[in-house]
């Protein structure tokens, strides 16, 4: 049976980085801070609410001052999912 022939593969050259075309914030120094007063101003804005029987921090919004609340605290979980 004859041997096959071999064929020789191209070495793998990557394609040229583009250095104009991308911005790298390589520190996320702000993460921790921004994440810790999303979590501060949700728990206060919560006991602020309860505090005050409701009446502050925005009458208006009455018990849609927990869901406010807890926005700022899931704002808060979102912004440390870029922490490293």
């Not at 022939?5 to 040229?16: G, L, N, Q, V």
């Not at 980085?17 to 810790?36: D, E, H, T, Y």
């Not at 001052?65 to 704002?75: E, H």
């Amino acid at each position: 049976m004859p041997k096959s022939r071999i064929r020789k593969k191209a070495d793998y050259s990557p394609p040229p980085a583009k250095q104009g075309a991308s911005i790298k914030l390589n520190s996320r120094a702000w993460v921790a801070p921004v994440m810790l007063a999303m979590f501060v101003i949700g728990l206060a804005w919560i006991v602020v609410f309860y505090v005050t029987d409701g009446s502050l921090p925005i009458d208006k919004l009455d018990n849609w001052n927990i869901v406010v609340g807890f926005g700022f605290i899931a704002a808060g979980f979102g912004v440390s999912t870029q922490w490293k």
